[in-house]
DNA sequence: CTAGGGTTAG
């Protein structure tokens, strides 16, 4: 066999002398042809075969060049064969497996080896084989730091082993740095890492930046990454990415724009990756009009399939169901994402029907729905009220498209059956329900009871939640929501008194609006911006209008027991209002008003924007974390079903 | 032989 290959490998590639040296071997002036054979096959392959002289060169006792064995375990990465990488682990240690009993078994190789384990996602092979090294160098420690800080759930021990390297008296460089700032999980130890980044002088490296720049991100230490990423000299394509992506993940959507901009002002150009960032940031912002933008840039890569899905959400996310639509109908080809993500889409904008049919164009000409399509279809039941679908759905998914329903699913049919009003169904469904209920469909059941304003199911639901998460703040605040609905003070502010106990704070309620390139953010009973004296101004001037159509203020949204002139104040500065009112007074003729909420909308100034609506003649679409409400001629889309 | 960003649907 392996004389059969090595004459196959030296005559294949190098006939003439290299043949002859194959039949006449002469050990002092000559490689042994098994050797020079065996090297060939490292570089070019097969695999296989290179593998099938392994036997051989044990037998003939030969010492194969470090460089060879390294170049052949990087071929196992690259198949994905981790059983070739360990029968090349054995060769090379022998079979005493003292680590340095055989041919080849140099620091270089194990180090190799090391990575080719952690590669595989084989740690404990990969830490086994360490400890068993007899020296280490930078290179085997960066191994093993990178593979625990690439490693999930584990990455503390990360900075364990950094630690035991130092203390071993190796000195880390730039590789080493930057797998370890993989594993920053405090303040604190990325200060420190920091600093003797700065002190031993690899800071100028672009690599070690670029994951300084992250770690700051990813603790959310915005400042900290942009200075980092201000202070750089040269700057390639992936700093600019992580950046981008380090402000449009943690919500500042506007920052990642900017940065955006200056990035093409700077003469880079944007790759996929840049671009799902840039995307993300106007999904979160409902930044339509930049959005376009963006959309314009993506058309380079029209084949992306992953690019065009984000757009269709971006669309979507941003109200704008005609473009999603147009973007849809359009694309080249569509995956599972692509249809999932456009009935999701309509569903949130309140097209459930819509969202229905292209469900049923699914069935008949797209992929086979999976279990996150069957989510959107259900949502898209939930929030119109159409219980009987729903049922259907929930109940024929598993026959129709093999998809056992999960959990997600239950806690939809928990929200289609309490939305309605069906509690006592709801709760029944969840008793009767395949899982164990957690708090999810709680806190599913509890908002349904809120909505119909019961309180003692509210209660009980509240109750359930707190049982498996006693700190959940949600779980106290619509609590005391329902009492406040309920007017019943005394109750709501023995709730309230356990969320300032513990201080938990209720986020406050922030809109905000797109105005040519700006973003406006407002936030309840906060009179700071700008424009604050002709907001005031507008909003009376609305309220006059509304009146007329006869608008009451709703005090029953107003949360604490006040006077009521008091309650139609905080009322009245409610975040959507004043963003409606700045709206209004800039509202371009044909152009609808569009307003972002971080909370769901509240009862009153969903009354106040569809009065609003007729008696502007303007479209206003307001997002909350959740759905769309598209006013109009004052209707909603929603039905007032939400 | 060791290192950096982004990845769409709920």
Redesign the pocket.
């Known amino acids: 066999m392996a004389a059969s290959i090595v004459c196959q490998v030296i005559g294949r590639s190098t006939p003439g002398p290299s043949r002859r040296a194959c039949l006449h071997y002469d050990p002092h002036h000559t490689t042994h042809p098994l050797l020079v054979a065996f090297s060939r096959l490292c570089v070019h392959g097969p695999l296989r075969d290179a593998l099938a002289l392994l036997p051989d060169l044990a037998a003939a006792g030969l010492r194969v060049d470090p460089v060879a064995i390294?170049?052949l375990i990087?071929l196992c990465v690259r198949h994905g064969t981790p059983g070739d990488g360990r029968l090349i682990h054995r060769y090379v240690y022998g079979r005493g497996g003292n680590g340095a009993a055989q041919s080849g078994s140099s620091?270089?190789v194990s180090?190799?080896l090391v990575?080719m384990y952690a590669k595989f996602g084989l740690l404990d092979d990969a830490l086994k084989l360490f400890d068993g090294m007899p020296q280490r160098?930078?290179?085997?420690w960066?191994?093993v730091v990178?593979a625990l800080a690439?490693a999930s759930g584990i990455k503390v021990e990360a900075l364990r082993f950094f630690v035991a390297m130092l203390r071993d008296g190796v000195a880390p460089?730039?590789?080493?740095f930057?797998?370890v700032l993989?594993a920053c999980s405090t303040p604190r130890v990325l200060t420190a890492l920091h600093g003797s980044i700065i002190k031993v002088g690899l800071d100028s490296?672009?690599?070690?930046?670029?994951?300084l720049i992250?770690a700051y991100m990813k603790l959310e230490d915005l400042d900290g990454g942009r200075r980092v990423f201000d202070e750089m000299v040269t700057r390639?394509?992936?700093?600019w990415?992580?950046i981008i992506?380090g402000f449009?993940?943690s919500g500042d959507g506007v920052g990642a724009i900017e940065l955006f901009m200056r990035m093409k002002e700077a003469g880079f150009l944007s790759?996929?990756?840049?671009l799902?960032?840039v995307l993300?940031a106007c999904?979160g912002m409902v930044t339509l009009e930049v959005g376009r933008q963006v959309h314009a840039h993506v058309l380079k890569y029209d084949k992306d399939?992953?690019l065009y899905?984000?757009l269709v959400?971006m669309y979507c996310k941003c109200g704008s169901v005609q473009d999603a639509d147009a973007l849809f109908s359009r694309m080249p080809q569509r995956d599972?994402?692509s249809w999932?993500?456009m009935i999701?889409?309509l569903a949130?904008n309140g097209r459930s029907i819509e969202a229905l049919k292209v469900f049923d164009m699914m069935r008949s000409e797209g992929p086979r729905p999976?279990h996150?399509?069957m989510?959107?279809v259900l949502?898209a039941c939930s929030h119109s009220g159409l219980v009987e679908d729903g049922w259907y759905y929930f109940r024929s998914m598993q026959k129709l498209f093999g998809i056992q329903p999960q959990r997600?699913h239950c806690n939809c049919m928990v929200d289609l059956l309490g939305r309605a009003g069906k509690l006592d169904d709801a709760v029944k469904f969840i008793h009767e329900m395949n899982f164990q209920p957690d708090s999810v469909i709680w806190r599913t059941l509890l908002g349904a009871c809120r909505m119909h304003k019961n309180a003692n199911l509210a209660a009980y639901a509240a109750k359930e939640i707190l049982k498996l998460e006693p700190d959940d703040q949600g779980a106290w605040i619509l609590l005391s929501n329902t009492y406040a609905d309920l007017r019943q003070w005394a109750d709501a502010e023995k709730s309230w008194k356990v969320i300032r106990d513990r201080g938990v704070k209720k986020d406050p309620g922030r809109s905000w609006i797109e105005l040519g390139k700006q973003v406006h953010i407002f936030i309840a009973g906060d009179l700071s911006h700008p424009c604050s004296e002709g907001i005031i101004q507008e909003l009376s001037r609305l309220f006059s209008r509304v009146t007329n159509l006869g608008y009451t203020p709703q005090t029953e949204f107003v949360l604490q027991d006040l006077a009521s002139e008091q309650k139609e104040d905080l009322l009245k500065y409610h975040s959507e209002k004043l963003a409606i009112a700045f709206g209004t007074m800039n509202a371009m003729e044909g152009k609808p008003i569009r307003i972002m909420k971080n909370l769901r909308i509240c009862g009153d100034c969903h009354t106040f924007a569809k009065v609003v609506s007729k008696s502007e003649g303007k479209v206003i679409i307001i997002r909350d974390p959740v759905r769309f409400h598209h006013f109009e001629d004052g209707v909603c889309s929603c039905d007032d079903y939400w």
Do not use: C, H, P
């Not at 160098?137 to 085997?140: D, G, M, P, Q």
């Not at 460089?173 to 080493?176: P, S």
């Open positions: 390294s170049r990087k620091l270089f180090n190799s990575s160098n930078v290179v085997s960066t191994t990178a690439n460089n730039m590789y080493t930057s797998s993989g490296d672009v690599f070690v930046r670029s994951s992250d390639d394509l992936i700093v990415n992580s992506a449009a993940q790759n996929q990756g840049t799902t960032s993300r999904t399939l992953i899905n984000a959400d599972v994402i999932s993500t999701s889409g949130q999976n996150i399509t989510t959107g949502f997600e």
